[in-house]
């Protein structure tokens, strides 16, 4: 098996908005979220949260764990 590549998992996300849109609800909840962690100079989160779920669709593919240098924090 090969690991999938960055850009293979970031098509698989928006394949996967594309047909389910309503599993990605959080996604406007988080805007909120980002602009209170920003105004109380806190550093947003948004970015751990997506680059887990990146490394979750790149382990998808090769059935074990691949966690990019960016995913490394749990969410």
């Not at 602009?35 to 074990?64: F, N, R, V, W």
Request: aromatic share 12%; proline share 5%.
């Amino acid at each position: 098996m090969r690991t999938r590549t960055t850009a293979e998992a970031f098509n698989e996300w928006m394949r996967r908005y594309i047909e389910s849109p309503e599993q990605f609800s959080r996604e406007f909840e988080a805007v909120t979220a980002f602009l209170a962690e920003q105004s109380q100079h806190k550093p947003p989160t948004y970015g751990e949260e997506c680059a887990a779920y990146l490394a979750q669709l790149m382990a998808e593919d090769i059935g074990a764990e691949f966690v990019p240098a960016l995913a490394t924090t749990a969410v």
